[in-house]
């Protein structure tokens, strides 16, 4: 098995001082194009720190899988940070679910679409202002009311199950 640490060189330089978990990932799947012939792929992952490639596939954002001999190969110091190319043997998948995944053509990706932002609500008229601000006065006045008959004493009739039925007022002490 050969030491792709250049060609993990290679694609390091196309990015920033610094990468997400999913340039991490495209990188890694560049690498493993490119030697897809001698049998490199990436590695799932599900869960902890990884990356999505533009097709949704979730892998370890700094892992390469040689299919041949189930080999993983750790090729990113801080992964998803400074991201420093290496080259460290880990030894065979420690779970069933971490599976060789055949790379993708990087030059097939598009960029993914992004949803489109929704437009602000258009600001209310001045007309339409001064009419929201007559129907919040109009409910003040109707629970200052409701406040006043409360505070006057309501004759009260509830239902309560085991207790039968109670009368009382609300309201005054």
């Not at 495209?26 to 690498?31: I, W």
């Not at 880990?90 to 598009?110: E, F, L, M, N």
């Not at 109009?138 to 200052?144: K, S």
Request: a negative charge; proline letters at 8%.
């Amino acid at each position: 098995m050969q030491n792709l640490v250049s060609s993990v060189q290679e694609e390091r330089a196309k990015y920033g001082a610094t990468m997400t978990d999913d340039e991490c990932a495209a990188l890694c799947n560049a690498v493993a194009w490119k030697h897809r012939a001698d049998g490199w792929g990436t590695s799932r992952k599900t869960s902890g720190a990884r990356g999505r490639l533009p097709n949704g596939t979730e892998i370890a954002h700094d892992i390469l899988h040689h299919r041949p001999t189930n080999e993983l190969i750790d090729v990113l110091i801080a992964a998803g940070a400074a991201s420093q190319p290496q080259w460290v043997p880990v030894g065979p998948p420690q779970s069933s679910d971490r599976t060789w995944v055949a790379p993708i053509d990087p030059a097939t990706w598009q960029t993914p679409v992004q949803p489109p932002v929704a437009a602000a609500p258009p600001l209310a008229t001045a007309a339409e202002a001064a009419e929201i601000l007559e129907a919040i006065a109009a409910l003040r006045q109707d629970v200052e009311r409701l406040h006043a008959r409360v505070n006057a004493g309501w004759p009260l009739r509830i239902r309560a199950g085991f207790l039968g039925v109670l009368t009382g007022t609300v309201g005054r002490e």
